[in-house]
Protein backbone atom coordinates (compact mmCIF):
# COMPACT_ATOMS: atom_id res chain seq x y z
CA UNK A 1 0.00 0.00 0.00
CA UNK A 2 0.77 3.41 -1.32
CA UNK A 3 1.61 5.60 2.69
CA UNK A 4 0.09 8.85 1.89
CA UNK A 5 2.18 9.44 -0.90
CA UNK A 6 4.73 11.87 0.74
CA UNK A 7 8.22 12.69 0.59
CA UNK A 8 10.71 15.10 1.64
CA UNK A 9 12.73 17.14 -1.36
CA UNK A 10 15.44 18.90 -0.07
CA UNK A 11 13.81 19.03 3.45
CA UNK A 12 10.33 20.25 2.02
CA UNK A 13 7.14 17.89 2.03
CA UNK A 14 5.56 17.09 -1.13
CA UNK A 15 2.53 15.09 -2.22
CA UNK A 16 2.92 13.69 -5.53
CA UNK A 17 5.23 16.67 -7.08
CA UNK A 18 3.05 19.82 -5.33
CA UNK A 19 4.89 21.22 -2.42
CA UNK A 20 2.53 21.29 0.19
CA UNK A 21 4.01 24.95 1.06
CA UNK A 22 2.18 26.07 -1.98
CA UNK A 23 -1.29 24.45 -1.51
CA UNK A 24 -0.98 26.15 2.16
CA UNK A 25 -0.11 29.65 0.22
CA UNK A 26 -3.04 29.37 -2.26
CA UNK A 27 -5.94 28.04 0.57
CA UNK A 28 -4.96 28.67 3.50
CA UNK A 29 -4.67 25.95 6.65
CA UNK A 30 -6.42 23.42 7.96
CA UNK A 31 -7.19 21.40 4.39
CA UNK A 32 -7.42 17.91 3.52
CA UNK A 33 -4.85 16.83 0.78
CA UNK A 34 -5.65 13.74 -1.44
CA UNK A 35 -3.07 11.82 -3.50
CA UNK A 36 -4.89 10.65 -7.08
CA UNK A 37 -1.88 8.39 -7.91
CA UNK A 38 -2.20 6.28 -3.84
CA UNK A 39 -6.11 6.81 -4.14
CA UNK A 40 -5.91 4.84 -7.11
CA UNK A 41 -3.17 2.40 -6.36
CA UNK A 42 -5.15 1.35 -2.86
CA UNK A 43 -8.43 0.68 -5.30
CA UNK A 44 -6.47 -1.10 -8.00
CA UNK A 45 -4.31 -2.99 -5.01
CA UNK A 46 -7.73 -4.22 -3.40
CA UNK A 47 -9.69 -5.11 -6.60
CA UNK A 48 -7.59 -7.05 -8.31
CA UNK A 49 -6.86 -9.23 -5.67
CA UNK A 50 -10.09 -10.90 -6.43
CA UNK A 51 -9.68 -10.54 -9.90
CA UNK A 52 -10.83 -13.78 -12.21
CA UNK A 53 -13.43 -14.16 -9.02
CA UNK A 54 -16.85 -12.85 -9.96
CA UNK A 55 -17.04 -10.03 -7.59
CA UNK A 56 -18.30 -6.51 -6.81
CA UNK A 57 -15.88 -3.96 -5.05
CA UNK A 58 -18.72 -1.36 -3.46
CA UNK A 59 -16.43 1.14 -1.67
CA UNK A 60 -17.80 2.71 1.54
CA UNK A 61 -19.10 6.02 1.46
CA UNK A 62 -18.80 7.38 4.54
CA UNK A 63 -15.11 6.66 4.78
CA UNK A 64 -14.39 9.53 2.35
CA UNK A 65 -17.85 10.91 0.45
CA UNK A 66 -16.16 13.58 -1.64
CA UNK A 67 -17.89 13.98 -4.72
CA UNK A 68 -14.33 14.06 -7.10
CA UNK A 69 -13.01 10.77 -4.86
CA UNK A 70 -16.42 8.98 -5.81
CA UNK A 71 -16.29 9.93 -9.41
CA UNK A 72 -12.95 8.49 -9.29
CA UNK A 73 -13.22 5.62 -7.83
CA UNK A 74 -16.57 5.25 -10.08
CA UNK A 75 -14.69 5.48 -13.27
CA UNK A 76 -12.54 2.50 -11.99
CA UNK A 77 -15.52 0.44 -11.83
CA UNK A 78 -16.40 0.51 -8.21
CA UNK A 79 -19.71 0.37 -6.84
CA UNK A 80 -20.69 2.04 -3.22
CA UNK A 81 -21.89 1.27 0.25
CA UNK A 82 -24.23 3.60 1.38
CA UNK A 83 -25.70 4.20 4.86
CA UNK A 84 -27.82 7.16 4.03
CA UNK A 85 -30.47 9.17 1.61
CA UNK A 86 -27.45 11.89 1.48
CA UNK A 87 -24.73 9.04 0.30
CA UNK A 88 -27.08 7.82 -2.12
CA UNK A 89 -27.48 11.55 -3.43
CA UNK A 90 -23.76 11.78 -3.33
CA UNK A 91 -23.11 8.54 -5.28
CA UNK A 92 -25.50 9.23 -7.81
CA UNK A 93 -24.27 12.76 -8.58
CA UNK A 94 -20.85 11.24 -8.93
CA UNK A 95 -22.11 8.97 -11.22
CA UNK A 96 -22.09 5.43 -9.82
CA UNK A 97 -23.87 2.74 -11.68
CA UNK A 98 -27.00 2.74 -9.33
CA UNK A 99 -26.77 -1.28 -10.44
CA UNK A 100 -23.38 -1.12 -8.27
CA UNK A 101 -24.88 0.59 -5.04
CA UNK A 102 -25.93 -1.56 -1.51
CA UNK A 103 -27.55 0.37 1.12
CA UNK A 104 -26.56 -0.65 4.29
CA UNK A 105 -27.38 0.78 8.03
CA UNK A 106 -29.94 -0.17 10.82
CA UNK A 107 -32.21 3.24 10.67
CA UNK A 108 -33.15 3.34 7.23
CA UNK A 109 -36.58 6.10 6.90
CA UNK A 110 -39.20 5.25 4.63
CA UNK A 111 -38.19 8.42 2.44
CA UNK A 112 -34.81 6.94 2.23
CA UNK A 113 -35.90 3.25 1.30
CA UNK A 114 -38.57 5.28 -1.12
CA UNK A 115 -35.00 7.31 -2.60
CA UNK A 116 -33.33 4.10 -3.08
CA UNK A 117 -36.05 2.01 -5.06
CA UNK A 118 -36.41 4.68 -7.47
CA UNK A 119 -32.62 5.20 -7.64
CA UNK A 120 -32.50 1.75 -8.75
CA UNK A 121 -29.78 0.20 -6.31
CA UNK A 122 -28.75 -3.07 -6.37
CA UNK A 123 -29.10 -4.51 -2.93
CA UNK A 124 -31.04 -3.36 0.56
CA UNK A 125 -28.75 -5.16 3.32
CA UNK A 126 -31.58 -5.39 6.13
CA UNK A 127 -31.14 -5.12 9.46
CA UNK A 128 -33.98 -6.40 10.92
CA UNK A 129 -37.73 -7.73 10.72
CA UNK A 130 -39.25 -4.19 11.00
CA UNK A 131 -37.02 -2.65 8.38
CA UNK A 132 -38.21 -5.59 6.06
CA UNK A 133 -41.95 -4.91 6.60
CA UNK A 134 -41.56 -1.25 6.01
CA UNK A 135 -39.57 -2.18 2.70
CA UNK A 136 -42.15 -4.72 1.59
CA UNK A 137 -45.00 -1.61 2.41
CA UNK A 138 -42.65 1.10 0.24
CA UNK A 139 -42.36 -1.52 -2.42
CA UNK A 140 -45.85 -1.93 -2.69
CA UNK A 141 -46.78 1.79 -2.60
CA UNK A 142 -44.43 2.11 -5.37
CA UNK A 143 -45.19 -1.18 -7.06
CA UNK A 144 -40.94 -2.12 -6.90
CA UNK A 145 -39.10 -4.57 -6.06
CA UNK A 146 -36.57 -4.36 -3.31
CA UNK A 147 -33.78 -6.78 -3.82
CA UNK A 148 -32.72 -7.58 -0.25
CA UNK A 149 -30.01 -9.30 1.90
CA UNK A 150 -30.45 -10.03 5.15
CA UNK A 151 -27.42 -8.40 7.00
CA UNK A 152 -26.70 -11.61 9.72
CA UNK A 153 -24.80 -10.63 12.68
CA UNK A 154 -22.07 -13.73 13.25
CA UNK A 155 -21.07 -12.65 16.72
CA UNK A 156 -17.46 -12.96 15.59
CA UNK A 157 -14.70 -10.58 17.69
CA UNK A 158 -13.29 -8.48 14.98
CA UNK A 159 -10.39 -7.64 17.99
CA UNK A 160 -10.65 -3.75 16.68
CA UNK A 161 -12.07 -0.41 18.95
CA UNK A 162 -14.81 -0.98 20.76
CA UNK A 163 -16.62 1.97 18.68
CA UNK A 164 -15.81 0.18 15.34
CA UNK A 165 -16.63 -3.27 16.06
CA UNK A 166 -20.06 -4.32 14.91
CA UNK A 167 -20.28 -7.88 14.08
CA UNK A 168 -20.56 -9.05 18.00
CA UNK A 169 -23.76 -10.58 19.14
CA UNK A 170 -24.14 -7.13 21.63
CA UNK A 171 -23.33 -4.58 18.87
CA UNK A 172 -26.77 -3.11 16.92
CA UNK A 173 -26.05 -4.37 14.29
CA UNK A 174 -27.77 -6.84 11.91
CA UNK A 175 -29.52 -10.11 12.73
CA UNK A 176 -28.51 -12.94 15.13
CA UNK A 177 -27.91 -16.00 12.53
CA UNK A 178 -30.41 -18.51 14.50
CA UNK A 179 -33.34 -15.69 13.62
CA UNK A 180 -32.49 -14.95 10.35
CA UNK A 181 -34.23 -18.04 8.60
CA UNK A 182 -37.36 -17.38 9.83
CA UNK A 183 -36.60 -13.72 8.24
CA UNK A 184 -35.81 -15.38 4.76
CA UNK A 185 -38.78 -17.26 4.85
CA UNK A 186 -40.66 -13.87 6.06
CA UNK A 187 -38.99 -12.37 2.87
CA UNK A 188 -40.00 -15.20 0.43
CA UNK A 189 -43.65 -14.46 0.89
CA UNK A 190 -43.52 -11.23 0.10
CA UNK A 191 -44.95 -10.00 -2.72
CA UNK A 192 -42.30 -6.69 -3.59
CA UNK A 193 -39.12 -8.73 -2.02
CA UNK A 194 -36.97 -10.72 -4.27
CA UNK A 195 -34.23 -12.29 -2.01
CA UNK A 196 -30.59 -11.62 -3.47
CA UNK A 197 -27.76 -12.52 -0.80
CA UNK A 198 -26.67 -12.60 2.57
CA UNK A 199 -24.33 -10.43 4.06
CA UNK A 200 -22.16 -8.87 7.23
CA UNK A 201 -19.83 -6.44 8.20
CA UNK A 202 -18.22 -7.18 11.68
CA UNK A 203 -16.26 -4.02 12.05
CA UNK A 204 -13.56 -1.44 10.75
CA UNK A 205 -9.58 -1.24 10.92
CA UNK A 206 -9.09 -5.06 11.30
CA UNK A 207 -5.27 -6.07 11.39
CA UNK A 208 -5.88 -10.15 11.03
CA UNK A 209 -7.77 -11.70 8.41
CA UNK A 210 -8.97 -15.00 10.52
CA UNK A 211 -12.11 -12.92 11.92
CA UNK A 212 -12.90 -12.09 8.22
CA UNK A 213 -12.32 -16.12 7.72
CA UNK A 214 -14.77 -16.76 10.79
CA UNK A 215 -17.91 -14.75 9.49
CA UNK A 216 -17.41 -15.84 6.40
CA UNK A 217 -17.63 -19.68 7.30
CA UNK A 218 -21.16 -18.52 9.74
CA UNK A 219 -22.44 -17.23 6.35
CA UNK A 220 -21.46 -20.23 4.18
CA UNK A 221 -23.58 -22.50 6.55
CA UNK A 222 -25.97 -20.32 6.68
CA UNK A 223 -26.26 -20.02 2.90
CA UNK A 224 -26.50 -23.76 3.23
CA UNK A 225 -29.50 -23.63 5.89
CA UNK A 226 -31.14 -21.17 3.13
CA UNK A 227 -30.06 -23.86 0.01
CA UNK A 228 -32.24 -26.57 2.47
CA UNK A 229 -35.04 -24.69 2.70
CA UNK A 230 -35.21 -23.87 -1.19
CA UNK A 231 -33.75 -20.45 -0.91
CA UNK A 232 -30.96 -19.30 -3.34
CA UNK A 233 -28.38 -16.80 -2.98
CA UNK A 234 -26.88 -14.65 -5.41
CA UNK A 235 -25.01 -12.61 -3.40
CA UNK A 236 -23.02 -13.19 -1.09
CA UNK A 237 -21.52 -9.76 0.82
CA UNK A 238 -18.65 -9.85 3.57
CA UNK A 239 -18.22 -6.61 4.31
CA UNK A 240 -15.33 -4.17 5.07
CA UNK A 241 -13.07 -3.68 7.89
CA UNK A 242 -9.66 -4.08 6.37
CA UNK A 243 -7.28 -2.16 8.67
CA UNK A 244 -3.91 0.38 7.44
CA UNK A 245 -1.09 1.36 9.21
CA UNK A 246 -1.11 4.45 10.91
CA UNK A 247 1.24 3.95 13.38
CA UNK A 248 2.72 0.52 13.69
CA UNK A 249 -0.02 -2.05 13.14
CA UNK A 250 0.68 -5.06 10.59
CA UNK A 251 -2.77 -4.95 8.75
CA UNK A 252 -3.00 -7.95 6.02
CA UNK A 253 -1.72 -6.97 2.52
CA UNK A 254 -5.37 -6.94 0.31
CA UNK A 255 -3.65 -9.96 -1.87
CA UNK A 256 -3.52 -11.74 1.07
CA UNK A 257 -7.04 -11.13 2.40
CA UNK A 258 -8.14 -11.84 -0.73
CA UNK A 259 -6.56 -14.67 -1.33
CA UNK A 260 -8.15 -16.12 1.98
CA UNK A 261 -11.40 -15.36 1.25
CA UNK A 262 -11.38 -16.66 -2.37
CA UNK A 263 -9.81 -19.79 -0.68
CA UNK A 264 -13.06 -20.43 1.76
CA UNK A 265 -15.33 -19.58 -1.22
CA UNK A 266 -13.92 -22.34 -3.76
CA UNK A 267 -16.71 -24.21 -4.97
CA UNK A 268 -19.27 -21.32 -4.19
CA UNK A 269 -22.02 -20.05 -7.32
CA UNK A 270 -22.28 -16.35 -6.20
CA UNK A 271 -21.26 -12.88 -6.65
CA UNK A 272 -18.69 -11.72 -4.26
CA UNK A 273 -19.11 -8.05 -2.70
CA UNK A 274 -16.91 -5.93 -0.71
CA UNK A 275 -17.70 -3.13 0.83
CA UNK A 276 -13.97 -1.71 1.69
CA UNK A 277 -13.30 2.16 3.24
CA UNK A 278 -10.83 2.56 4.72
CA UNK A 279 -7.92 0.56 2.85
CA UNK A 280 -9.00 2.82 -0.12
CA UNK A 281 -8.66 5.95 1.15
CA UNK A 282 -7.16 6.13 4.64
CA UNK A 283 -3.16 6.44 3.58
CA UNK A 284 -4.63 8.43 0.81
CA UNK A 285 -5.44 11.28 2.26
CA UNK A 286 -3.57 13.66 4.85
CA UNK A 287 -4.67 17.08 7.21
CA UNK A 288 -2.72 19.85 6.94
CA UNK A 289 -2.54 22.06 9.72
CA UNK A 290 -0.44 25.29 10.47
CA UNK A 291 0.82 26.00 14.65
CA UNK A 292 -0.44 28.92 16.12
CA UNK A 293 1.00 28.99 19.21
CA UNK A 294 3.33 26.87 21.44
CA UNK A 295 2.92 27.27 25.14
CA UNK A 296 3.78 25.41 28.05
CA UNK A 297 2.04 25.07 31.16
CA UNK A 298 3.42 24.73 34.56
CA UNK A 299 2.40 24.40 38.13
CA UNK A 300 1.15 21.30 38.10
CA UNK A 301 2.78 17.87 38.67
CA UNK A 302 5.02 18.59 35.48
CA UNK A 303 5.24 20.97 32.77
CA UNK A 304 3.86 20.15 29.83
CA UNK A 305 4.35 21.84 26.10
CA UNK A 306 1.44 22.32 23.97
CA UNK A 307 1.75 22.74 20.44
CA UNK A 308 -1.39 24.75 19.12
CA UNK A 309 -3.11 24.17 15.84
CA UNK A 310 -5.67 25.82 13.69
CA UNK A 311 -7.23 22.12 12.80
CA UNK A 312 -9.54 20.67 15.84
CA UNK A 313 -11.64 17.83 16.45
CA UNK A 314 -14.30 19.04 14.39
CA UNK A 315 -11.98 18.67 11.43
CA UNK A 316 -10.56 14.92 12.55
CA UNK A 317 -12.39 13.44 15.34
CA UNK A 318 -10.48 10.07 15.52
CA UNK A 319 -8.27 11.50 18.52
CA UNK A 320 -10.71 12.62 20.63
CA UNK A 321 -13.25 9.86 19.59
CA UNK A 322 -11.29 6.69 19.19
CA UNK A 323 -8.38 8.00 21.12
CA UNK A 324 -7.05 6.97 17.63
CA UNK A 325 -3.13 7.56 16.64
CA UNK A 326 -1.95 9.64 13.76
CA UNK A 327 1.49 10.22 12.68
CA UNK A 328 2.45 13.79 12.74
CA UNK A 329 5.12 15.37 10.61
CA UNK A 330 6.48 19.04 9.78
CA UNK A 331 6.15 20.16 6.37
CA UNK A 332 9.66 21.79 6.54
CA UNK A 333 12.06 19.04 7.62
CA UNK A 334 12.90 20.08 11.31
CA UNK A 335 15.99 20.28 13.70
CA UNK A 336 17.17 17.26 15.54
CA UNK A 337 15.79 18.69 18.97
CA UNK A 338 12.80 16.43 19.96
CA UNK A 339 10.21 17.51 22.53
CA UNK A 340 7.39 15.92 23.95
CA UNK A 341 3.89 17.73 23.22
CA UNK A 342 0.51 17.33 23.42
CA UNK A 343 -0.47 18.52 19.63
CA UNK A 344 -3.91 20.81 20.58
CA UNK A 345 -7.15 22.36 18.57
CA UNK A 346 -8.38 25.90 19.42
CA UNK A 347 -11.75 24.28 20.67
CA UNK A 348 -13.41 24.72 23.93
CA UNK A 349 -13.11 21.12 25.45
CA UNK A 350 -9.86 18.96 26.97
CA UNK A 351 -10.73 16.29 24.34
CA UNK A 352 -9.81 18.65 21.44
CA UNK A 353 -6.43 17.00 20.57
CA UNK A 354 -4.82 15.57 17.57
CA UNK A 355 -1.91 14.07 19.57
CA UNK A 356 -0.83 13.41 23.31
CA UNK A 357 2.24 13.18 24.75
CA UNK A 358 3.92 12.58 21.25
CA UNK A 359 7.69 13.20 20.57
CA UNK A 360 8.48 15.87 18.06
CA UNK A 361 10.53 17.57 16.30
CA UNK A 362 10.97 20.84 17.90
CA UNK A 363 8.32 23.11 16.04
CA UNK A 364 7.71 26.86 16.27
CA UNK A 365 4.86 29.08 15.40
CA UNK A 366 4.17 29.54 12.10
CA UNK A 367 5.02 25.61 11.11
CA UNK A 368 3.04 23.77 8.85
CA UNK A 369 2.17 20.34 10.01
CA UNK A 370 1.31 17.46 8.36
CA UNK A 371 -1.63 14.85 9.76
CA UNK A 372 -0.73 10.87 8.32
CA UNK A 373 -3.41 8.88 7.48
CA UNK A 374 -6.71 11.22 7.48
CA UNK A 375 -7.83 10.29 4.31
CA UNK A 376 -10.91 7.87 5.83
CA UNK A 377 -13.31 9.12 8.52
CA UNK A 378 -11.43 12.45 8.35
CA UNK A 379 -13.24 15.07 6.46
CA UNK A 380 -16.45 12.97 6.18
CA UNK A 381 -16.48 13.11 10.07
CA UNK A 382 -16.29 16.73 10.32
CA UNK A 383 -18.43 19.05 11.59
CA UNK A 384 -18.89 22.90 12.54
CA UNK A 385 -18.24 22.57 16.01
CA UNK A 386 -17.57 26.34 17.69
CA UNK A 387 -18.92 27.68 14.60
CA UNK A 388 -15.86 26.50 13.07
CA UNK A 389 -16.05 26.49 8.80
CA UNK A 390 -15.26 23.30 7.63
CA UNK A 391 -12.00 23.02 5.79
CA UNK A 392 -11.12 22.82 2.06
CA UNK A 393 -10.33 19.52 0.42
CA UNK A 394 -7.75 19.30 -1.87
CA UNK A 395 -6.74 16.91 -4.58
CA UNK A 396 -3.35 16.28 -6.17
CA UNK A 397 -2.33 14.85 -9.21
CA UNK A 398 1.21 15.12 -10.56
CA UNK A 399 2.21 18.72 -10.01
CA UNK A 400 -0.76 20.16 -10.10
CA UNK A 401 -3.38 20.02 -7.46
CA UNK A 402 -6.85 21.31 -7.45
CA UNK A 403 -9.63 22.13 -4.71
CA UNK A 404 -12.31 19.50 -4.64
CA UNK A 405 -14.10 21.60 -1.60
CA UNK A 406 -13.98 24.87 -1.45
CA UNK A 407 -13.55 25.83 2.44
CA UNK A 408 -16.66 27.37 4.26
CA UNK A 409 -17.24 30.60 4.54
CA UNK A 410 -19.10 32.11 8.02
CA UNK A 411 -22.17 32.61 5.72
CA UNK A 412 -22.55 28.81 5.41
CA UNK A 413 -22.47 28.42 8.79
CA UNK A 414 -25.46 30.44 9.04
CA UNK A 415 -27.23 28.40 6.05
CA UNK A 416 -31.06 27.86 6.84
CA UNK A 417 -30.96 30.10 10.50
CA UNK A 418 -33.32 32.74 10.76
CA UNK A 419 -33.00 35.83 12.81
CA UNK A 420 -37.21 36.77 12.15
CA UNK A 421 -38.45 34.81 15.98
CA UNK A 422 -41.31 35.00 17.23
CA UNK A 423 -41.97 36.62 20.52
C1 LIG B 1 -18.33 1.42 7.72
C2 LIG B 1 -18.78 0.30 6.89
C3 LIG B 1 -17.94 -0.24 5.90
C4 LIG B 1 -16.52 0.23 5.68
O1 LIG B 1 -15.67 -0.10 6.72
P1 LIG B 1 -14.10 0.12 6.57
O2 LIG B 1 -13.55 -0.33 7.85
O3 LIG B 1 -13.87 1.56 6.33
O4 LIG B 1 -13.63 -0.72 5.43
C5 LIG B 1 -18.45 -1.26 5.11
N1 LIG B 1 -19.71 -1.73 5.28
C6 LIG B 1 -20.53 -1.24 6.21
C7 LIG B 1 -21.90 -1.79 6.36
C8 LIG B 1 -20.10 -0.22 7.06
O5 LIG B 1 -20.92 0.25 8.01
Known amino acids: MIMDNLTYRDGKLFCEDVPLEAIAKQVGTPFYLYSTTALKHNFQEFDSGFDGQDHLTCFAVKS ?67 ELDRLQGVAEEIGATARVAFRINPDVDPKTHAYISTGLAKNKFGIPVDE ?4 YLRARDMENIEIAGVSCHIGSQLTEISP ?35 DDEKPPHPHDYAAAIRKELAGMDCTLILEPGRVITGNAGILVTRVQYTKV ?79 AYGFSMSSNYNSRPRVAEVLACNERFQVIRYREEYEDLLRGESLSVME
Do not use: W
Open 212 to 246: FVEALQKLKEFITTLNDNGIGISYLDLGGGVGITY
Open 297 to 375: NSGGEKEKQFVVVDAAMNDLARPSLYGAYHKIVPVTEASEDQELVDIVGPICETGDFLAKDRMMPKVEQGDLLAVLSSG
Open 180 to 183: ALQE
Open 64 to 130: CSNLAILQILGKMGSGADIVSGGELFRAMKAGIDPNKIIYSGVGKTKAELREALYGGILMFNIESPQ
